[in-house]
């Protein structure tokens, strides 16, 4: 199990990150991804691995004028 924004989400041999944006449906186009204390760029998502018991957390951008 792994921990998204302070939620347990169930974990697989294999996570990536892109496997986690998809379990929790995130789908906007600007995203934070820290996983544990590392910055994950969006260019490593889909190769990014998730070990058991990882803390993940996803922040939105928002920007605005």
């Known amino acids: 199990?792994?921990?998204?924004?302070?939620?347990?989400?169930?974990w697989h041999e294999g996570?990536?990150?892109?496997?986690?944006?998809t379990?929790?449906?995130y789908r906007?186009?600007?995203?934070?991804?820290h996983l544990g204390d590392t910055l994950v760029p969006k260019k490593d998502y889909d190769t990014t691995?998730?070990?058991d018991g990882a803390v993940v957390?996803?922040?939105?951008?928002i920007s605005g004028g």
């Open 28 to 33: 906007f186009p600007m995203l934070v991804i």
């Open 57 to 61: 957390k996803v922040i939105h951008l």
């Open 1 to 10: 199990m792994i921990i998204v924004n302070e939620e347990p989400l169930g």
């Open 15 to 21: 996570m990536t990150v892109r496997d986690v944006l």
């Open 49 to 51: 691995t998730i070990p």
């Open 23 to 25: 379990a929790r449906n």
